[in-house]
C-alpha cells in the first residue's frame, strides 16, 4: 500500500509545476556559461590578432589600438576573459616601455584598466599593479625619475582607494628608487614611517626588504654603525620566515659591504662568494659580475693591509719589505672564463698596478676604466683609500734615507705637484715626524724617539684618580639624597 502511493504522490500536480522550471534553469545556465565561453573566445580571438600584429610588422598605434579595446571592454566578465585581459594589460605596459611612452603607464591604470580592475579581488589587483611597476623597472632600469614619478602617483591612488597593503609595497619600491638614484634623505623619511607601519602589522616579508634598504640608505650616508643595526634586523625577521635566493643574496651582499667597510676583507669576501654563487645559479649577469668585483677588491685590500700593513682606517706601514704584492688566484678560470669583460680586466688592471705599488699606473687605470671604477660606490670609496695610502706608503719610502730633504726633489720623484699638502696632513695626522720649513722649502725629518716609560706611567696614575674620585663623588651624592 505504500509503496504505491509514492509513484502517485510524486506525479501529482504540485511535482508536475516544480520540474519544468528547474529544467528551464539548467538550460539557463547552460546558455550562460556557453555565453561565457563565446566571451571568452571572442576576446581570445582578438588577442590571437594582437599577437599576429605584434609578429609582423605592425604599427605601435595598431597594438594600443587593440590592447586598449581589450582592457575597456564590459561585456566580457568571465575568469577566462578576466585572464585575458590581464595578460592584455601586461602586454600594454611592454609596448608603452619599449617605445619608452612613459608617461601613458600612470593613466593605463588609472583609466583605461579601471573596469578590468574592478572585476578583481584586492590582493589579486595588488598583484598586477606590482607586476606592472616590476614591468616597468625591468624595462627601463635606468629611468629613476620616471619610475619614482610613477610610485608617488600609485600611492597617492592608493590613499584615496584605501588600498594600505599595496600601498605599503609601493612606498618600498619607491625608498629603493630613491636610493639608487642617492636621494638618501627624502629616502630614509618614508623609510621610518614604513617600517613603524610594518612593525604594527608584523609582515614578516616587507619587514625584511625594508630593513634592507634602510640598512643601504644608511651606508650611503657614512653611517655604518647603523647600516650595521638595521642589517641585524633584516637578518632576524629573515630567520622566522623562507627567504628567496635573491633576497639572500642582496642579504649576504649588504653585510659584505659593511665587513669590507670595517676592514674585516676575508669574512667580507666569504659573503661575497655566497653572494655570487646564488646569483650564478640564478643566471643573473649583471649581478653576478659585481659580486665578482667585490670579491677581487677584497683579495687586492686584504694583500695590501698584510704587505703595507693599511686598511680602511688609514694605518700606513711603508717600511715593509716586500716590494710585490701576492694577488694571485683572485678568481678562478671558469669564472674568468664565463664572465670576462672590461669589469673584470679593470680589477685586474687595479691588482697589477696595487701589486707594483704604483701610484702613476694606479691613476692610469682608474682614468681608463672610470666608469667600471667610478660608478660603483663600494669600489670608488675603497679605491680612494687605497690611492691615498699608496700616495703615503710612496712619500714616506722616498723621505726615509733622509734627515732633511727638498720639497721640490719629493715632487720630483713623485711627479706631483700635491706633496707639500699631503705631508702636512701627514705630520698632522701623526704619520710622519717631522716639521716643513717653507722658507727655505726643505722637510726636516725626525728621528724615532724611544717612549717616555715615565710619563705614561705618570697618565695611567692620573687616570686612575680621575676615576676614584669619579666615584668617590658619585656616592656623596647619593648619601645626601638619603640623608634629606
Known amino acids: ?154 600611492i597617492e591612488w592608493t590613499r584615496k582607494e584605501k588600498r594600505t597593503f599595496l600601498r605599503q609595497r609601493v612606498e618600498a619600491k619607491l625608498t629603493w628608487v630613491l636610493v639608487e638614484q642617492k636621494d638618501f634623505g627624502p629616502a630614509l623619511t618614508l623609510v621610518d614611517g614604513l617600517l613603524y607601519e610594518l612593525k604594527k602589522l608584523d609582515d614578516k616579508q616587507l619587514l625584511v626588504e625594508t630593513h634592507l634598504i634602510e640598512a643601504k640608505i644608511h651606508f650611503g650616508l657614512r653611517n655604518v654603525p647603523k647600516a650595521k643595526a638595521a642589517l641585524t634586523a633584516s637578518r632576524t625577521a629573515a630567520n622566522a620566515i623562507y627567504v628567496s635566493p635573491q633576497l639572500q643574496a642582496s642579504i649576504d651582499g649588504m653585510s659584505g659591504t659593511i665587513h669590507c667597510e670595517e676592514g674585516d676583507y676575508n669574512t667580507a669576501h666569504s659573503y661575497f662568494l655566497e653572494t655570487f654563487e646564488q646569483l650564478d645559479q640564478l643566471n643573473e649577469r649583471e649581478k653576478a659580475v659585481n ?52 669589469e673584470i680586466e679593470a680589477m685586474s688592471s687595479i691588482a697589477s698596478a ?37 700616495l703615503e706608503s710612496n712619500l714616506i719610502r722616498i723621505i726615509e734615507p733622509y734627515s732633511c730633504v727638498e720639497l721640490s726633489h719629493i715632487a720630483k720623484l713623485m711627479e706631483r705637484d700635491d706633496v707639500e699638502k699631503k705631508l702636512s696632513q701627514m705630520i698632522l695626522d701623526g704619520k710622519l715626524r717631522g716639521i716643513l720649513d717653507q722658507g727655505k722649502g ?28 669619579t666615584t668617590l663623588f658619585a656616592r656623596s651624592q647619593t648619601l645626601r639624597t638619603m640623608m634629606i
Request: hydrophobic content about 40%.
Open 442 to 469: 726643505q722637510l726636516i725629518v725626525y728621528g724615532e724617539s724611544e717612549n717616555d716609560a715615565a710619563m705614561e706611567k705618570g697618565l695611567d696614575v692620573i687616570d686612575n684618580m680621575d676615576t676614584i674620585v
Open 291 to 342: 659580486a665578482l668585483k667585490y670579491m677581487m677588491l677584497c683579495r687586492i685590500l686584504d694583500s695590501l693591509s698584510k704587505a703595507l700593513k693599511i686598511s680602511a682606517r688609514g694605518g700606513v706601514g711603508a717600511k715593509s719589505n716586500r716590494s710585490d704584492v701576492d694577488i694571485s688566484n683572485m678568481i678562478s678560470g671558469k669564472q674568468g672564463v664565463k664572465y670576462a669583460g672590461k
Open 354 to 390: 696595487a701589486s707594483s705599488r704604483s701610484l702613476k699606473a694606479f691613476e692610469a687605470v682608474i682614468l681608463k676604466f672610470q666608469h667600471e671604477l667610478q660608478d660603483d660606490l663600494l669600489i670608488k670609496h675603497h679605491l680612494h683609500i687605497l690611492k691615498e695610502q699608496l
Open 1 to 154: 500500500m505504500l509503496s504505491s502511493r509514492i509513484p502517485a504522490a510524486t506525479t501529482g500536480g504540485d511535482a508536475m509545476d516544480v520540474d519544468p522550471p528547474k529544467k528551464e534553469e539548467e538550460k539557463t545556465s547552460k546558455m550562460e556559461v556557453d555565453g561565457d565561453e563565446d566571451d571568452d573566445e571572442d576576446i581570445s580571438t582578438l588577442l590571437d590578432m594582437v599577437d599576429d600584429a605584434s609578429s609582423a610588422s605592425s604599427s605601435v598605434e595598431t597594438k594600443i589600438d587593440l590592447l586598449q579595446k581589450v582592457l575597456r571592454d564590459k561585456t566580457y566578465v568571465g575568469p577566462k576573459a578576466v585572464a585575458l585581459k590581464e595578460r592584455a594589460m601586461y602586454d600594454l605596459t611592454r609596448v608603452y616601455c619599449k617605445n619608452r611612452m612613459y608617461d601613458f603607464i600612470v593613466p593605463l591604470l588609472k583609466e583605461e584598466a579601471s573596469s578590468f580592475l574592478s572585476l578583481i579581488t584586492k590582493a589579486k589587483m595588488a598583484k598586477v599593479v606590482r607586476a606592472v611597476l616590476d614591468t616597468v623597472c625591468s624595462l627601463a632600469p635606468t629611468e629613476y625619475d620616471m619610475q619614482a614619478e610613477i610610485c608617488r602617483s600609485i
